[in-house]
DNA sequence: GTGGCCGTATTAGTGTAGTAATACACGTGC
DNA sequence: GCACGTGTATTACTACACTAATACGGCCAC
């Protein structure tokens, strides 16, 4: 297992916050295999100093995922990923992702939209995803 | 058509911004019927001091709704329900919708979902809206 | 015209999220 | 012991969202 930090990427301007787009990054990462169980994030002044990112903020990324339980702090080592995939989602993802389709469902309901509608944009966005 | 202002109400200490809260009023009563084309919203002066918020907040609600075509302001009369029910949403409501459902698909991707864990969550929030 | 009603533009106050600077505690290898 | 590596706690700065106060311009009934 060697260095992540290349893997990592950041746009300061892009209105959606650094700590933010860190935090998409690892689960995008982990989702695509990139990153395993028992792998280690880069340090966070070493890729603090790679993106031009101040480490607090590298460190309330990793914090963050740490208390979504992806990632564990390892003292005197760094941040590991937890072996995530095999488990299944946690309760507390699965909330996550229900709060978030319910705001989807709540606002096209809103709009109008029938439940065939709403389907048919469930479905363009599974396709999108490549699954 | 009479006085719809009995049909709002806000909670402030919520966490939901206030004017948000009123547009999610406003949509949700044209989706249930109890709005439709050609009714007027309550001045902004009248709800803000039935509500005991500054008119200004309403002020910026009725805005943002005119803004997504849900509304138009007609000179003299006041804030008028458009007829966006027969029409169907506008590009701007589905651009809304699309992008809050790929939010929820990405996520459940990123968490490990399956498509058919997805498609479970979807269905469970559709019943949930009573669709 | 006058008064009263509409929403709006402008400006300011307040709270909070995001970021950053500093000092710190812990673990490892020498 | 010491030097160097982790991440963290505390604090402060900055930017923006939300709310509010004031003054304004348009429309209608009289």
């Known amino acids: 297992m060697g260095d992540f ?20 990054q690892v689960l995008g ?5 990139r990153l395993r169980a028992g792998d280690e994030l880069p340090s966070v002044r070493q890729l603090g ?3 031009s990112v ?11 995922l740490e208390a ?14 937890q072996a995530v995939g095999g488990a299944g989602p946690t309760p507390q993802q699965l909330r996550q ?3 978030l ?3 989807a469902v709540v606002r096209g309901v809103q709009c109008g939209l029938s439940r065939a509608d709403l389907k048919a944009v ?10």
């Open 29 to 33: 990462l982990i989702a695509s295999g």
């Open 49 to 51: 100093a790679v993106l």
């Open 122 to 131: 469930f479905r363009a966005s599974v396709e999108e995803c490549g699954l």
């Open 101 to 103: 389709m319910d705001q």
């Open 54 to 64: 101040n480490f607090m903020t590298i460190s309330k990324a990793w914090a963050r």
């Open 5 to 24: 930090t290349t893997l990592f990427s950041v746009n300061p301007s892009s209105g959606v916050p650094i700590y933010r787009q860190l935090i998409e």
């Open 97 to 99: 992702v229900r709060e």
């Open 68 to 81: 979504d339980g992806v990632v564990l702090h390892e003292r005197g080592r760094g941040m590991v990923v």
